[in-house]
């Protein structure tokens, strides 16, 4: 799965993710300097503007907020057909 925070749109990040659906959060771990912002825990708060990622086929995108700093945006793209996606959809808030 790859991360992006919002103000390095084009700035994507391989992570590893742990989905917590009972607390609606996305715990990730990463590799290298580059990755440290985009460690710690995210609240998954819905679906991104259309302006904010170009259209992939077979690929959604998932908008989520630090845990620790709200103020801190960040973009999860995952492969459509995986079984995280399902559960991704159903964490979003109504």
Do not use: C
């Not at 990755?35 to 679906?47: A, K, M, S, Y």
């Not at 990622?53 to 945006?73: D, K, M, N, W």
């Amino acid at each position: 799965m790859s991360l992006a925070p919002d103000d390095q749109m084009l700035s994507w990040r391989e992570v590893r993710m742990i989905i917590t659906p009972q607390r609606r959060t996305v715990l990730t771990r990463s590799r290298g300097a580059k990755g440290v912002q985009l460690r710690g825990e995210w609240t998954v708060i819905g679906i991104p503007h259309s302006s904010h990622v170009a259209p992939e086929y077979g690929v959604l995108h998932f908008a989520v907020s630090s845990s620790l700093h709200p103020e801190r945006l960040a973009i999860i793209a995952i492969p459509e057909h995986s079984a995280s996606s399902t559960v991704l959809k159903a964490m979003i808030p109504n």
